[in-house]
């Protein structure tokens, strides 16, 4: 639709309403806010609902793998050769063979139920979210540590993986050293459900650990709930033998995935099957998924409303203006260059807080995590607990496709809003207006 200049001129002097005007300016200074508030409330729920969901897989495929091979009650035989013909399907770049089990940790009179995760040393040290903390890169590690700091800032030893391997040497996440009291060198119990006997009666295996060093992957479900010891005491431990029971495997980049899922399952055959964690955690991402779609719908509400803002004020315009748009018809003005005026207005309106909640949104989805630390601080109120959300820090991920549907439905309900306004404008007799004013 092409507006002329006149008409363009016409419509923004009509904005600058004058004093006698000043409610009409009212109504429509809160429209615009309305719209901006919406726009830009919109685009900071989905960013971090988005963000939400992204780092959750990422966490969870950065740790375990993109791809999980899982066996059978008896477990998979991970012989060198299953593993290196695994290693050689295009896209896979590593397979590493883990052996788990639910144990019970007791430290002195603290006692917690823990996943025991049995992994080759050097497999541990390839996993940035693991040992980052401990002993990464220097922006990596400060990075990782920062997630993890403690509530008084005071320094953290991490600990050291030289010893992880030996004499059963472990290496405990964050948050559980903090709720059974363990440092570095400390030496506490592991109790598994295998039972062992001996001259007083059948009792728990158990063995005497030693944390070796504490790790921060930044998700409370690992650094709260997971201990990390070498593969072959982990066996031992809980009776596995030498079968293992899972394989990760890691693959470069999401193009591979299903690739790659296909030619696992072939290798591995009857003895497991292959899944990767978006297919594992279903549920959880459709919930997510879900609770997104329904608060874009919720919020679309706040902009549908400011655009029955714009509805009142044009009316409201348009009775005031009956004099103005009676002359401009008989001096030749057509009804559509007098339905283009007040729709015009209107877009003019919800164009400008589109633009002023995309830049309001748009500053607050990027820098969402320091804004929330600087609330809690101020304020003294914990508004993302991590025991509740799973993750260190407030995620954000900004997805253009969204951002542009927002901005796009913003500015076709300005449209809609304007249409009758506008038509009623357009439809006014000319005589009728002049006896009127």
């Not at 009212?26 to 969901?53: E, H, K």
């Not at 010893?163 to 440092?183: E, H, I, N």
């Not at 010891?229 to 394989?247: E, K, S």
Request: with cysteine.
């Amino acid at each position: 639709m092409a507006f002329a200049a006149v008409e363009r001129l016409i419509a923004f002097r009509y904005l600058r309403a004058r004093r006698e005007e000043g409610f009409i300016s009212v109504i429509a200074a809160f429209s615009l806010i309305g719209i901006t508030l919406g726009v830009g409330t919109l685009i900071v729920v989905m960013s971090v609902m988005n963000g939400f969901r992204f780092e959750m897989l990422r966490q969870m495929s950065s740790i375990s793998g993109q791809l999980g091979v899982q066996g059978s009650r008896a477990g998979i035989d991970a012989t060198p050769e299953l593993l290196a013909a695994m290693t050689k399907v295009p896209g896979v770049l590593s397979a590493t063979p883990t052996a788990e089990g639910q144990v019970m940790a007791v430290a002195g009179d603290k006692v917690r139920g823990v996943v025991l995760r049995g992994v080759r040393p050097e497999d541990f040290k390839a996993r940035a979210p693991l040992s980052a903390a401990i002993e990464g890169p220097a922006e990596l590690r400060d990075r990782y540590r920062g997630l993890c700091r403690a509530d008084d800032d005071k320094p953290i030893d991490w600990g050291s993986l030289k010893d992880f391997g030996k004499d059963f040497s472990v290496v405990v996440g964050r948050r559980l050293a903090d709720l059974l009291k363990l440092k570095i060198g400390d030496t506490f119990q592991l109790v598994s459900p295998v039972e062992v006997a001996t001259p007083l009666g059948v009792v728990p295996r158990a063995v005497q650990a030693r944390v070796a060093a504490v790790f921060c992957a930044g998700m409370y479900d690992y650094d709260a709930n997971f201990v990390y010891a070498p593969l072959p005491d982990v066996q031992r431990l809980l009776n596995y033998g030498d079968m293992v029971t899972g394989i990760e495997v890691f693959v470069a980049d999401d193009a591979s995935l299903a690739g790659a899922r296909r030619q696992l399952s072939q290798i591995v055959g009857t003895q497991a099957w292959v899944f990767d964690w978006w297919q594992a955690n279903i549920g959880f991402f459709a919930a997510i998924q879900g609770q997104t779609n329904v608060m874009f719908i919720v919020l679309s509400m706040i902009v549908l409303v400011a655009a029955f803002n714009i509805v009142s004020s044009l009316v409201m315009l348009v009775r005031t203006k009956t004099a103005d748009i009676a002359i401009l018809r008989t001096m030749g003005a057509t009804r559509g260059a007098i339905m283009r005026i007040f729709l015009l207005d209107g877009m003019a309106i919800g164009g400008i807080g589109t633009l002023l909640g995309l830049a309001l949104g748009l500053a607050f989805a990027r820098n969402i995590e320091a804004i929330r630390q600087w609330l809690q601080r101020t304020f003294d109120i914990v508004l993302f607990d991590e025991t509740l959300y799973l993750l260190a820090e407030m995620p954000s991920r900004i997805e253009w496709n969204e951002i542009a549907v927002i901005a796009v439905m913003a500015l076709v309900f300005a449209l809609l809003a304007s249409l009758y306004p506008a038509a009623k404008a357009a439809r006014l007799d000319p005589v009728e207006g002049l006896h009127r004013e």
